[in-house]
T-cell receptor, first 115, second 114 residues
Framework: KNQVEQSPQSLIILEGKNCTLQ??????????LRWYKQDTGRGPVSLTIMTFSENTKSNGRYTATLDADTKQSSLHITASQLSDSASYICVVSAISGGSNYKLTFGKGTLLTVNP | SAVISQKPSRDICQRGTSLTIQCQVD?????MFWYRQQPGQSLTLIAT?????????ESGFVIDKFPISRPNLTFSTLTVSNMSPEDSSIYLC???????????FGQGTRLTVV
């Protein structure tokens, strides 16, 4: 069964600090992995996409890594800001018959950045 | 990219009633989906809204409970029928321009059934 596990479930940090969120998956056959940010009361918004051949990708203060061998990904947030407070969701895409792709969502990590 | 307008943003409904959620996209998209997001849980796909034909439902979801319409490539509705408190959740509309492309989401509808 395809699964995406995220840790920690929640995290509280001080403004300006760095943090790393983890994502382990058992999805196959793997197509790509995306990290989404979901602000309270809003829909998820894509931050990064990682394909099988990519190890690291950055988007401003967000850096995602992927180890396709161990099926692990991380999202590192540098110099956190109050606006980073949100839920971060790991989403893995798998090929599902022919040209169809199925998304498997993690439960998310709830990040709170305090002043 | 795609901009999605979903409404209502929230509602409180009596059990036994029905609520229809609307999803409007600013461009024509082939693929449109409806998700449910329960507290502390991952997004769960309810169904794929097919333009001009019946929606494709995931296991555990049925048309009588969650009827879906998709009259054109920019609009869809999801109805939550005969609601019970267990239906309290966030419902999200999502679109993709291709099967393996980025998923865009509406802001969600927070439904509370009392």
């Amino acid at each position: 069964k395809n699964q995406v596990e995220q840790s920690p479930q929640s995290l509280i940090i001080l403004e300006g600090k760095n943090c790393t969120l983890q994502c382990n998956y058992t999805v196959s056959p793997f197509s790509n992995l995306r990290w989404y940010k979901q602000d309270t009361g809003r829909g998820p918004v894509s931050l990064t996409i990682m394909t099988f051949s990519e190890n690291t990708k950055s988007n401003g203060r967000y850096t995602a890594t992927l180890d396709a061998d161990t099926k692990q990904s991380s999202l590192h947030i540098t110099a956190s800001q109050l606006s980073d407070s949100a839920s971060y969701i790991c989403v893995v895409s798998a090929i599902s018959g022919g040209s169809n792709y199925k998304l498997t969502f993690g439960k998310g990590t709830l990040l709170t950045v305090n002043p | 990219s795609a901009v999605i307008s979903q409404k209502p943003s929230r509602d409180i409904c009596q059990r036994g009633t029905s609520l229809t959620i609307q999803c409007q996209v600013d461009s024509q998209v082939t693929m449109m989906f409806w998700y449910r997001q329960q507290p502390g849980q991952s997004l769960t796909l309810i169904a794929t809204a097919n333009q001009g034909s019946e929606a494709t439902y995931e296991s555990g979801f049925v048309i009588d409970k969650f009827p879906i319409s998709r009259p054109n490539l920019t609009f869809s509705t999801l109805t939550v029928s005969n609601m019970s408190p267990e239906d309290s959740s966030i419902y999200l509309c999502s679109v993709r321009t291709g099967w393996d492309s980025e998923a865009f989401f509406g802001q969600g509808t927070r439904l509370t059934v009392v």
